[in-house]
């Protein structure tokens, strides 16, 4: 079971709305239930998102690694790493 660290879930809490239009998590301890349920993962690097979607077979950019990165399934933490939310 992965390990979500304050910040993941902190940037996770504060940008939910990105990816659904409402609320699925109110506090740190319902983000980290919702992220493992949902299989999210983190990486640390544009390179490893670009990686993963490639990996999980997710045509759906044109290795452009800014439109990788605005997608709404793809959470800047703040600290180098991303967040990968698949809904």
């Given at each position: 079971m992965p390990e979500?660290?304050?910040a993941?879930?902190?940037?996770?809490?504060?940008?939910?709305k990105k990816l659904f239009p409402d609320e699925v998590a109110s506090d740190l301890e319902e983000a980290e239930a919702?992220?493992?349920?949902?299989?999210?993962?983190?990486?640390?690097?544009?390179e490893e998102v670009m990686e993963y979607f490639e990996e999980e077979?997710?045509?759906?950019?044109?290795?452009?690694?800014d439109s990788i990165?605005?997608?709404?399934?793809?959470?800047?933490?703040?600290?180098g790493r991303y967040l990968i939310v698949e809904a």
């Open positions: 979500f660290d304050d993941v879930l902190q940037c996770f809490l504060d940008n939910q919702f992220l493992e349920d949902c299989m999210a993962v983190v990486v640390n690097s544009p077979g997710i045509d759906i950019f044109d290795d452009d690694e990165l605005d997608a709404d399934e793809v959470f800047d933490v703040g600290d």
